[in-house]
């Protein structure tokens, strides 16, 4: 069984910063990735970032220069710091992550709310 749960989400201004955070119930050091998608009213969900096993990320065009993505493999967490916040970053933000070894597979967070106001 592999658990994901979120936090950090809240409500704040246009402009300000939020960081979410996913802890990972089994290791992330193997896993071959951990990102973060957002689901807004009426809206696809949208892969907001990622980052893969050798450090690499990947960042949505609407969030480059504002989300940064770490992990950290220690704590079995992974990070969205989210600066320079805007109304259209409102949503649901979930994590998750593609195991390897034992626990193959991906996992899902049940999500955590941020809602931006203007």
């Known amino acids: 069984q592999v658990q994901l749960v979120e936090s950090g989400g809240g409500l704040v201004q246009a402009g300000g910063s939020l960081r979410l955070s996913c802890v990972v119930s089994?290791?992330?050091?193997?896993?071959?990735?951990l990102g973060w998608y957002r689901q807004a009213p009426e809206k696809q969900r949208e892969l907001v970032a990622r980052?893969?096993?050798?450090?690499?990320?990947f960042y949505a065009d609407s969030v480059k220069g504002r989300f940064t993505i770490s992990r950290d493999n220690a704590k079995n967490t992974v990070y969205l710091q989210m600066n320079s916040l805007k109304p259209e970053d409102t949503a649901v933000y979930l994590c998750?992550?593609?195991?390897?070894?034992?626990?193959?597979?991906?996992?899902w967070g049940q999500g955590t709310q941020v809602t931006v106001s203007s």
């Open positions: 998750y992550t593609d195991l390897t070894l034992t626990y193959r597979g991906r996992y």
């Open positions: 089994r290791s992330i050091s193997s896993a071959n990735a």
């Open positions: 980052i893969i096993s050798d450090g690499s990320t």
